[in-house]
């Protein structure tokens, strides 16, 4: 066990080194355009500290599983966090040190070891406290999932005004091809002023959509807006870009007041090799769909994003390159079905025992409880609440997905439980009868 637990650690560690010192070149004029005092920093200010925590909560686990307690494990990971910032600020090129990281990893670190000392009463609780971890994280899900919806609504940015061409914007690549001409809602369109109240009108109903002739001359590393419509402080609602051979679209959503990030649709491969062809690419969204294309000579490509509750790694996650949005609907099936582990986990130890060699009341009842249970809950999260935040019901992947999590977490409680019970039971047994029925 000190064995697995120091390897532990040094995973906790490695994990920490990739994501956090690997050189990013492409990278090194916003790094140096931030400042090392912000809290919440740029635009997706939230999805920083909630990845930052997020990254150090296995140091946390894994300092106090390896025996440090108190506010050891905290120090700990206040220095290994001091030590990425330096690196990052002196050695590490592209990387913006700040003291959210600092404070943001620190916390990370204190919130693992937390988990870590409460682990008995999470991964083996008592029955009728599981029925409570299970109810509270049933509800947890169904909030993520609301939560979701709500924050995937297009929305328009104050004073909205203008149709900009290959438009410079900060610590993305300026678009390095020709705009030929663009096509807004249909409507030929040249660089300026639009109308905003109609485009309100339209993105109310959620139908939007934005398509450019352009000729190819680069494939960016970052990426660069070909056409947007923005306000006046360059906040873009409608946004068609390059990224590599890649096309991407993305309608502002309620997500970017809250510092997350914008869903995109994107094509792979979309675009022929830099040499000044002429290409059309384009995007639109059309109530629950968000879909880019291209078109190449008469060959055309094409990629849609369905507007779900599951949709939230796209908010938070920086998965934004093959195999995750590549096919979207199983990245949010996924998404979706992993905190049902949990809530499978916690069904299955509340058909437990109350104490060593006495069953529950009834077995079977409290089984086909729990069944009926997860049928509510599935029906809700997946059937209801879609229709109720205006969003997509997701497919049949979710589905799937999600009785597999629950059975899974049932199944590991069900092993989890079986060798408490065989260690503890030969406790249980009273000594005189040991005696007695010894040689």
């Not at 582990?341 to 130890?349: F, N």
Request: hydrophobic residues 50%.
């Amino acid at each position: 066990m000190p064995l697995a637990r120091r390897l532990l650690l040094l995973a906790a560690l490695a994990f920490v080194g990739l994501l956090t010192l690997t050189p990013r070149p492409y990278q090194a004029p916003a790094s140096a355009a931030t400042p090392w005092t912000c809290l919440l920093c740029g635009d997706l200010g939230t999805v920083d500290v909630l990845l930052n925590i997020a990254l150090f909560v296995p140091l946390g686990m894994a300092l106090r599983w390896l025996g440090l307690s108190g506010a050891r494990p905290v120090m700990v990971g206040l220095a290994v966090s001091l030590a990425v910032e330096l690196l990052q600020a002196t050695v590490i090129p592209g990387r913006d040190p700040s003291l959210s990281d600092l404070l943001t990893n620190t916390a990370g670190t204190w919130l693992g070891s937390g988990l870590a000392g409460a682990a008995p009463l999470w991964l083996w609780p008592s029955p009728q406290s599981a029925r409570r971890l299970a109810a509270a994280a049933s509800v947890v899900w169904l909030g993520m999932l609301a939560g979701t919806g709500w924050l995937l609504q297009p929305v328009m940015s104050p004073g909205t005004r203008e149709l900009r061409w290959a438009p410079p914007v900060p610590f993305l690549e300026r678009f390095a091809g020709q705009v030929l001409g663009t096509e807004l809602n249909g409507v030929p369109s040249d660089s300026g002023l639009i109308d905003p109240e109609h485009l309100g009108r339209r993105l109310a109903q959620g139908k939007v959509s934005l398509t450019a002739a352009i000729t190819v001359v680069s494939w960016p590393e970052i990426a660069a807006p070909v056409a947007e419509v923005s306000s006046v402080d360059s906040v873009a609602v409608v946004r068609l870009s390059q990224l590599g051979q890649k096309v991407l679209f993305s309608v502002r959503t309620r997500s970017a007041d809250f510092l997350l990030r914008t869903p995109a649709a994107k094509v792979y491969r979309a675009l022929p090799e830099p040499a000044g062809q002429a290409v059309t690419i384009g995007g639109s969204l059309d109530a629950d769909l968000l879909t880019a294309f291209t078109k190449v000579g008469g060959r055309t490509d094409s990629a849609a994003v369905r507007i779900s509750p599951g949709l939230g790694w796209a908010l938070v996650l920086p998965l934004t390159f093959y195999p995750f949005d590549y096919r979207p609907d199983i990245t949010s099936a996924v998404w979706t079905a992993l905190p049902l582990l949990l809530v499978g986990y916690w069904g299955g130890r509340s058909q437990g025992t109350h104490s060593i060699g006495k069953e529950l009341p009834s077995r079977a009842t409290a089984r086909t409880a729990v069944l009926g249970c997860a049928g509510l809950l599935l029906t809700t999260g997946l059937g209801a609440i879609p229709p109720l935040t205006g969003t997509a019901r997701q497919g049949w992947e979710a589905w799937v997905a999600c009785i597999a999590a629950l059975l899974l977490g049932g199944l590991a409680a069900r092993y989890a439980s079986a060798g408490t019970v065989a260690v503890a039971t030969p406790a249980a047994e009273p000594p005189r009868a040991r005696r007695a029925s010894s040689p």
